[in-house]
């Protein structure tokens, strides 16, 4: 069953603006990550924070976690048309157990 | 590093007909994850592997779904009889002990439409 709920489902905007994309999740977690799948390719690992940590960047990617709320937020900055591809939040309980993911949210970057 | 393989990339096949799918994990990986991905259901695991040992099968869908894993670079995934139910994109992951344990790194995935 999912775990994390991306909200929105799909979101489209012009490049150069920011994405948000938020997740929620039901139960504690040890560390929350992102993922991009690109149309009909694998998920590429993006980001990692952990539960103890509450916020994290990596070049335009900035991940929020809130604990207290089980929720966490993406944000991509100066937006680019190569950002367009489904996002999913995953929560992982402890090192090496499997992930569970969300259903996704569908980026479209118009240039 | 090649990163995860999966083969084949593509696989359509008539109803009944058995299906192997393969993956071949990063070198020094001992975890081996088995997703599957539908519209209907997201991604969902079906069976992990560490040290080449099944940890969790309970995402196995059925007793027609089957994983082995004989050595520490080489897993299938075999479906038999397939149904059309079972179309879907299948994704192997592998992952690692360490500081960067709970990434997990996926192949390109396998396409299987059941006919």
């Known amino acids: 069953s999912q775990q994390g709920e991306e909200d929105p489902q799909a979101l489209s905007i012009q490049e150069g603006e920011n994405a948000t994309m938020n997740c929620s999740y039901k139960t504690s977690i040890n560390n929350l990550q992102w993922y991009r799948q690109n149309s009909g390719r694998g998920l590429v690992h993006l980001i990692l924070?952990?539960?103890?940590?509450r916020e994290k960047h990596s070049g335009r990617l900035r991940v929020t976690l809130d604990t207290s709320k089980k929720s966490s937020s993406l944000l991509i900055t100066a937006s680019r048309a190569a950002d367009t591809a489904s996002y999913f939040c995953?929560?992982?309980?402890?090192?090496?157990?499997?992930?569970?993911f969300g259903k996704g949210t569908r980026l479209s970057v118009i240039a | 590093d090649a990163g995860v393989i999966q083969s084949p990339r593509h696989e359509v096949t008539e109803m009944g007909q058995e299906v192997t799918l393969r993956c071949k994990p990063i070198?020094?990986?001992?975890?081996l994850f088995w997703y599957r991905q539908t519209m209907m259901r997201g991604l969902e695991l079906l069976i992990y592997f560490n040290n080449n040992v099944p940890i969790d099968d309970s995402g196995m869908p059925e007793d027609r779904f089957s994983a082995k894993m004989p050595n520490a670079s080489f897993s299938t995934l075999k479906i038999q009889p397939s149904e059309p139910r079972d179309s879907a994109v299948y994704f192997c992951a592998s992952s690692t002990p360490g500081t960067d344990q709970e990434t997990q790194y996926f192949g390109p995935g396998t396409r299987l439409l059941v006919l």
């Open positions: 924070i952990r539960s103890n940590e």
């Open positions: 070198s020094g990986h001992d975890y």
């Open positions: 995953a929560t992982g309980y402890s090192g090496n157990t499997p992930l569970v």
